[in-house]
């Protein structure tokens, strides 16, 4: 039986510049792994109607599927991808960037890598 496959996890870590990143841990392989991955063809349609609320510099509250609340900016449109799941199986999921808004602090800025499957519900912002 072949070693079970890395999975992506993020972290954050304060870079040189003092402003939080997502990082990936050692050993896996960023935009390759996925904890969950899709394949039944109503699944991959709910991936693919969070797309077009999600468009490029769009202010967003999201709600994640443990009920924790993220606001920030999209930095680009997600797209379904291909991943692999720990064992190696292939399915879709997408991720999402999103820029923490920092104006009048910005050494807390950062970024969030969200996995599409973790998004419960969004909510458009208006811009500042």
């Known amino acids: 039986m072949p070693a079970a496959r890395p999975v992506f996890t993020a972290g ?12 990936v841990s050692p050993g896996t392989a960023m935009g390759k792994f996925a904890e969950h991955i899709y394949t039944a063809p109503g699944d991959i349609a709910k991936l693919e109607a969070l797309i077009p609320q999600l468009p490029n510099d769009a202010h967003v509250e999201l709600t ?3 009920g924790s609340v993220l606001l920030g900016t999209v930095a680009a449109r997600p797209t379904v991808q291909v991943f ?4 190696g199986d292939e399915g879709l999921n ?3 960037r999103i820029e923490d808004v ?3 602090r910005p050494e807390t800025a950062g970024f969030h890598d969200v996995w ?4 419960a519900a969004i909510r458009q912002l208006p811009h500042a």
């Open 12 to 23: 954050l870590h304060a870079s040189r510049y003092g402003h939080r990143q997502a990082t």
């Open 64 to 66: 994640l599927d443990d």
């Open 84 to 87: 692999q799941n720990a064992v």
């Open 94 to 96: 997408g991720l999402v």
């Open 102 to 104: 920092a104006l009048d």
């Open 116 to 119: 599409l499957d973790r998004i």
